[in-house]
């Protein structure tokens, strides 16, 4: 047993264990949130935003030498139609297979769930669903490719009817040890000079071919190799190369998502605040321990902030979880990231019953919840209120979400799962409320409506539909 992991499990009777426990989901909380407007790093992203603001494509150039190491002229930014269509010629063909498939799977999903086709309009008063003009996606950048948020996040835009979608992703394609997966995927994605590590860095300004391959298959034209706060900035104010978007979806690392909340509201409109990775997992003694901690390390490889947490009633499966994590470990490639993620935000947690289970994950609200009960585990998924996303049964990892069965994995982390949601088709869409009365209508409602303007102290109301009513 690696020493290491002896401190995940926490049971119940345990002195201290709630305080335990609410003290695990207050680190948690604090690790995913982004820093505070007086702090340095929102000072510095302000910065960055107000300068490609005011600057446009001179900024945006000048910080991706200075952060990505990348000297490219504004001409440069935009991927040429001829590099997606030759990423595309390129890709193996048995991985575009998967990738359409998935990619229908999505589309199939995000069309049964669009509303924007329920307009509707009776007796005076209706609603009409608009999709956004123009959307721009965040897809992150560094070790490994993710083609999957190409599709994950362009495809509900395409079934809303966005006409124009441009995709963002930092120039940081290398083909040597990037294609092994030996970093991690956010660790190097446009972040601040004094924030990283460049000693084994060999950009080459490039994004990696499977995502451009992922653009052309899905007749997306406009791609930019740009990353980074100065990205989010290009989208959201504009520059002399890159329009403005009016949303930005798509996850990225801290300064990404800093980026995105201070434009937020007044430039575009976003998806959400999404942090590291998290998973939390119901489980009984119907559950197979080895699948928990396969499920557990399946975060935990994402990084050293991400966190898995069980909550079981079952003190044999909590040991039997640590055991198969110690022996798992031997054999995973991002042993050490997913090491470190363990022992600091991840737990196996014994509760005196289920209800308790389910008391608790509804309080940490996770991106991605599981529940592992056997015959009980559709009971209980109909009491999860806050969650991402919930897997449901033994045979639904994770993993089928984020590839193939079509919700988007783009979710919300930090326990902002209480307001926030998966992003979805129905988010590229605006309603606008219809309203149409008759002049009999008017009549009748016009001395109730003359009342409450006159409350209020607002005349020249009151004198609009007295107008009416006299001509």
């Not at 609200?365 to 991402?388: F, K, M, Y």
Request: hydrophobic share 40%.
């Amino acid at each position: 047993m690696n020493p290491s992991l002896q401190e995940l499990v926490l049971s119940f009777s345990d002195p201290g264990f709630e305080a335990r426990l609410r003290k695990l989901r207050s680190e948690m909380l604090q690790a995913a949130r982004l820093a505070g407007p007086d702090s340095e790093q929102n000072r510095t992203v302000v910065g960055i935003l107000r300068d490609v603001a005011e600057r446009g494509d001179p900024a945006v150039a000048e910080y991706t030498q200075k952060f990505d190491g990348v000297a490219l002229e504004p001409s440069q930014f935009r991927v040429g139609t001829d590099e997606l269509s030759k990423a595309h010629d390129s890709l193996d063909r048995s991985l575009l297979a998967s990738l359409r498939k998935a990619a229908a799977n999505v589309r199939a999903y995000q069309e049964k769930i669009f509303i924007g086709r329920r307009s509707e309009f009776s007796r005076g008063t209706g609603i009409k669903y608009v999709p956004i003009r123009r959307a721009g996606v965040c897809v992150p950048g560094a070790a490994a490719p993710l083609p999957s948020t190409v599709i994950m996040t362009v495809v509900p835009a395409q079934v809303a009817g966005v006409q124009e979608i441009a995709v963002i992703s930092p120039p940081r394609y290398r083909s040597s040890t990037e294609d092994r997966g030996q970093t991690t995927n956010e660790s190097r994605a446009s972040v601040p000079a004094r924030q990283m590590s460049c000693g084994d860095a060999r950009p080459t300004g490039s994004i990696h071919p499977v995502i451009l391959a992922v653009c052309h298959e899905l007749g997306i034209a406009e791609v930019y190799r740009i990353g980074g706060v100065q990205a989010v900035g290009a989208l959201a104010c504009g520059t002399q190369t890159i329009a403005k978007v009016d949303k930005i979806v798509g996850p990225g690392n801290k300064w990404v998502q800093s980026a995105k909340k201070n434009v937020a509201g007044d430039y575009v409109g976003i998806d959400s605040i999404a942090g590291p990775s998290e998973v939390l997992v119901i489980a009984n003694d119907q559950a197979n321990p080895a699948w928990v901690a396969t499920d557990m390390l399946s975060q935990a490889e994402h990084g050293t902030d991400s966190s898995a947490i069980v909550l079981t009633d079952a003190p044999a499966l909590a040991q039997a979880i640590l055991e198969q994590l110690s022996r798992q470990l031997e054999s995973l490639p991002r042993a050490a990231d997913a090491l470190q993620s363990l022992t600091r935000f991840s737990r196996i947690i014994v509760v005196g019953n289920l209800d308790d289970a389910i008391r608790w994950a509804n309080e940490f609200a996770t991106e991605h919840l599981e529940v592992q009960c056997g015959d009980r585990s559709r009971q209980i998924a109909e009491r999860i209120t806050n969650a991402g996303a919930v897997f449901i049964g033994p045979y639904t990892p994770v993993a089928v979400g984020d590839y193939w069965a079509g919700p988007s994995h783009t979710l919300p982390t930090g326990s902002r799962a209480r307001f926030s949601s998966a992003l979805t088709s129905n988010d590229f869409i605006k309603s606008i409320s219809l309203i149409e009365y008759t002049a009999d209508q008017l009549a009748a409602a016009a001395d109730d409506i003359i009342r409450l303007a006159a409350t209020e102290g607002l005349d020249a109301h009151a004198r609009s539909v007295q107008i009416r009513r006299r001509s």
